[in-house]
């Protein structure tokens, strides 16, 4: 259970237009200061967002994102209720230089996209296990407001919310019976990402750090 998001520009690797493209909002206790930044990001205290939308205090059953592991305990099988203060801003009127939903065209993160046919609104949606389970729809007028899914769980799971592609949680792990979360799809996908990093990578390392890098990609496949 060491899956956490964090946003990055990658710049200029995305396309270069500037910095902060991808962005992490942290939740911290104090004053800001980068050690305990840092660390808030390691145990998931943080949601990822180009910055015009925002999922706040994420719950399940109370448990807080990024806190006492990220971990919900469940006995048995059960409907949790998830909780988030969400907030997400749209102009009026769309913007006629995005086109609508076409992920393959810049800015490729961005709420225009959510946007609900010609309203002001864009779907929160609830995933379980990376599945769009439930959403509710808001209206993007930079209003902050409380939102609630009740959502059964059968098995294991990851839950978090999303405004795609605006704004992502990181996960809270809801364990069912003391078993671990396992999802073929999940693990099937970041296999996959591991040797396409390799594909890329490998022409780019140094031949005294081959071996070192052969070995740590190796690692990773077996663990998936």
Request: proline content about 9%.
């Given at each position: 259970m060491l899956f956490r998001s964090s946003g990055e520009t990658d710049f200029p690797c995305i396309y270069g237009e500037r910095v902060g493209l991808g962005r992490s909002y942290v939740k911290l206790d104090g004053k800001l200061n980068y050690d305990d930044w840092c660390e808030a990001i390691r145990v998931g205290r943080n949601y990822v967002s180009e910055g015009k939308s925002h999922l706040m205090d994420f719950k399940v059953n109370g448990t807080a994102m990024g806190e006492h592991g990220s971990e919900l305990k469940l006995a048995q099988p059960g409907t949790v209720r998830v909780t988030a203060r969400v907030a997400s801003r749209l102009d009026e009127k769309r913007n006629a230089e995005i086109r609508q939903g076409d992920?393959?065209?810049?800015?490729?993160?961005?709420v225009e996209h959510a946007r609900i046919g010609n309203t002001r609104e864009v779907p929160v949606e609830l995933l379980v296990n990376g599945r769009s389970v439930a959403r509710k729809n808001i209206s993007a007028d930079g209003s902050i407001r409380d939102i609630n899914f009740d959502a059964p769980i059968e098995r294991s799971s990851w839950v978090a919310l999303r405004?795609?592609?605006s704004a992502h949680t990181n996960p809270i792990w809801v364990t069912v019976g003391g078993k671990p979360v396992r999802e073929k799809r999940s693990l099937?996908?970041?296999?996959?990402s591991v040797d396409q990093c390799w594909?890329?990578?490998?022409?780019?390392i140094a031949p005294a750090e081959m071996d070192d890098a052969r070995a740590a990609y190796e690692h990773a496949r077996q663990v998936y």
């Open positions: 992920l393959e065209q810049k800015p490729y993160w961005d405004i795609l592609p099937e996908w970041c296999l996959k594909s890329q990578k490998e022409k780019v």
